[in-house]
């Protein structure tokens, strides 16, 4: 059974800093991997799909990367800033149900000013 | 474009009520979905569909029921809510299985 695991649950920076969030997941049969954003209240905001023949990403400050043979993927935020505050959550579509996604519990980013 | 839209967003039921929880989207997407999520659980499939008249049962399909008749609507059903299913509800689309997925902003169920 495919788990996702993300670590740390928590995470407080500083303004400005370069900050790398982990997602490791245990089969590496997967379809695709998805990153997304939720803040308070609100839906998720997809923010980088990476399919599995790709090994990364790229949007702004935000660089995904995808290596299936360790089962993690980093999602790298460039110069943080306070709005970049939310919880970022990691999904991996299953190779033999890609319409399925299995989801991480989530990072909550703190950036301090 | 209103995206995926979600009624209503905060309800609370009453154990053995029943109640339907309302998905929409304006995408033109065949899959929609959807989850709960609850603290510590991260987000789990509850049922999802393929396109109009084509549904499938996700990881916590027991107390929910779905119909999909339209491309556009996707109803989720409690049957007889439970304390259990207390929780924020999520639909998602997407196009197709190589294009993200899009959320609604949730509805937020407590059963009492």
């Not at chain 1, 400005?16 to 490791?24: H, I, T």
């Not at chain 1, 709005?83 to 890609?98: E, F, I, P, R, V």
């Not at chain 2, 196009?95 to 169920?109: A, E, K, Q, V, Y």
Request: some cysteine; charged content about 15%.
């Amino acid at each position: 059974k495919q788990e996702v695991t993300q670590i740390p649950a928590a995470l407080s920076v500083p303004e400005g800093e370069n900050l790398v969030l982990n997602c490791s997941f245990t089969d590496s049969a997967i379809y695709n991997l998805q990153w997304f954003r939720q803040d308070p209240g609100k839906g998720l905001t997809s923010l980088l799909l990476i399919q599995s023949s790709q090994r990364e990403q790229t949007s702004g400050r935000l660089n995904a990367s995808l290596d299936k043979s360790s089962g993690r993927s980093t999602l790298y935020i460039a110069a943080s800033q306070p709005g970049d505050s939310a919880t970022y959550l990691c999904a991996a579509a299953l190779m033999d149900s890609s319409y399925k996604l299995i989801f991480g519990s989530g990072t909550r980013l703190l950036v301090r000013p | 474009n209103a995206g995926v839209t979600q009624t209503p967003k905060f309800q609370v039921l009453k154990t053995g009520q029943s109640m339907t929880l309302q998905c929409a989207q304006d995408m033109n997407h065949e899959y929609m979905s959807w989850y709960r999520q609850d603290p510590g659980m991260g987000l789990r499939l509850i049922h999802y569909s393929v396109g109009a008249g084509i549904t499938d049962q996700g990881e916590v399909p027991n107390g929910y029921n779905v119909s999909r008749s339209t491309t556009e609507d996707f109803p989720l059903r409690l049957l007889s809510a439970a304390p259990s299913q207390t929780s924020v509800y999520f639909c998602a689309s997407r196009g197709d299985r190589n294009s993200p997925l899009h959320f609604g902003n949730g509805t937020r169920l407590t059963v009492t």
